[in-house]
T-cell receptor, first 114, second 115 residues
Framework: DSGVTQTPKHLITATGQRVTLRCSPRSGDLSVYWYQQSLDQGLQFLIHYYNGEERAKGNILERFSAQQFPDLHSELNLSSLELGDSALYFC?????????????FGPGTRLTVL | AQKVTQAQTEISVVEKEDVTLDCVYETRDTTYYLFWYKQPPSGELVFLIRRNSFDEQNEISGRYSWNFQKSTSSFNFTITASQVVDSAVYFCALSRLSNTGKLIFGQGTTLQVKP
């Protein structure tokens, strides 16, 4: 158990809908990262938050947004969902958010868009 | 461009065989970090090792060992005397930007260890 929690574990929804994925980092970690794992794209970095502020952005679609709250939990919002958004979404956390920090991953949320 | 390549898509071995998973990376940075993660069938990503670009010492942890060669931009992972529980997808990843731990992952190598 990495100490990172993600809810829900599974999510099934329809095209055009909006969903929110939630992540709680390990105790003491200030950084939260979101990654998307799909069969065609592999594991892709989406976004990094450090202590409430956006630190880095990857190839995150405009339909996707994220935030980190004062209690350090984070939410990833996905809207106008398309079939291609079906994937496993991972949250990871690290102490500071520097390149040398080890990221510990949550169990993931499997999103299925029908 | 920054890139991580794991050329072996799938490897199948019989239990107790040794197996090496290859990882080749591209970066122009002098300071960077390399990681290996394991993704068992249950789906979670489990951290295995972190190595910085200035430390070329090989590392051994039980049946696992890692060979980092800066000259060939490779960070290979060997499992000695493989076991069925080693069956998983293994990912190599690169982290290079000083102010973020953004990881660039390879495509992963699926290892199947047969009894």
């Amino acid at each position: 158990d990495s100490g990172v929690t993600q809810t829900p574990k599974h999510l099934i929804t329809a095209t055009g809908q909006r969903v929110t994925l939630r992540c709680s980092p390990r105790s003491g970690d200030l950084s939260v990262y979101w990654y998307q794992q799909s069969l065609d794209q592999g594991l892709q970095f989406l976004i990094h938050y450090y202590n409430g502020e956006e630190r880095a952005k990857g190839n995150i679609l405009e339909r996707f947004s994220a935030q980190q709250f004062p209690d350090l939990h984070s939410e990833l919002n996905l809207s106008s969902l398309e079939l291609g958004d079906s994937a496993l979404y991972f949250c990871a956390s690290s102490v500071e958010g520097r390149r040398e920090d080890t990221q510990y991953f949550g169990p993931g949320t499997r999103l299925t868009v029908l | 461009a920054q890139k991580v390549t794991q050329a072996q898509t799938e490897i199948s071995v019989v239990e107790k065989e040794d197996v090496t998973l290859d990882c080749v990376y591209e970066t122009r940075d002098t300071t960077y970090y390399l990681f290996w993660y394991k993704q068992p069938p249950s789906g979670e990503l489990v951290f295995l090792i972190r190595r910085n670009s200035f430390d070329e010492q090989n590392e051994i942890s039980g049946r696992y060992s890692w060979n980092f060669q800066k000259s060939t931009s490779s960070f290979n992972f060997t499992i000695t005397a493989s076991q069925v529980v080693d069956s998983a997808v293994y990912f190599c990843a690169l982290s290079r930007l000083s102010n973020t731990g953004k990881l660039i992952f390879g495509q992963g190598t699926t290892l199947q260890v047969k009894p």
